[in-house]
């Protein structure tokens, strides 16, 4: 299949963010008119008391509104999240990956499954040294094929069609009016000047101005 996009998510003072619930998020991962973000919540969702100030809560959000989407595009995508052990040791790291449809017909929100990450046990299983007091996620994702892949560029150059992008307006430097008594065309007398002292300067011998 598409090579996995990828982007590392380092929460650095984790004690602090935790203590003050931060939400947190990645670096995008782009796939032509669609992006998507790792989103954290470092002491839980607080809308759920079940895992409020007891489990790290970790999201994947598509960020651009769903409107923008062709009607009925929905899309396959494999996705992977790691808590990377702080003391290299991979075999600890705590992993998930797994399939996920996004699109126009589905949430713009998905919960990592498999991922419960106990706040009380991060420094325990390595995944936060003290000394460092940071946790570190990689987040990839990729389209689950080349059809699906081939999907998101087609709807792509269908919305760059429907909305093609509005051309820059460049901005003309204001014209210099030529002096009071001059009988220069509108517009070309300090143009016809700045040659002229141009001309002078470069001569091997100075003339006098008089």
Known sequence: GPAFSKTVLQLHDFSYLSDNNRVIHSSSLNFCHLSFKLEVHTSGLASNPTVYGKYISVYIIMTQPKTILPENSDYDFCAEVVAVNQYGNKH?????????????????????????????????????????????????????????????????????????????????????????????EPGQGSSILSRALQTIHQLPFSIPLT
Do not use: W
């Open 92 to 184: 600890a790291n705590k992993r998930s990956m797994f399939l996920l449809k996004m699109g126009s017909n589905h949430p713009t929100t998905v919960l990592v499954p498999e991922f419960a990450l106990k706040l009380d046990s991060l420094v325990q299983c390595g995944y936060v040294k003290d000394e460092i007091d940071c946790l570190v996620l990689r987040f990839s994702m990729r389209p689950i094929s080349y059809q699906t892949l081939s999907k998101i560029q087609e709807d792509y150059i269908e919305l760059l069609e429907a909305n093609p992008p509005k051309p820059k307006r460049t901005l003309r430097p204001p014209e210099q009016k030529a002096e009071s008594g001059s009988v220069e």
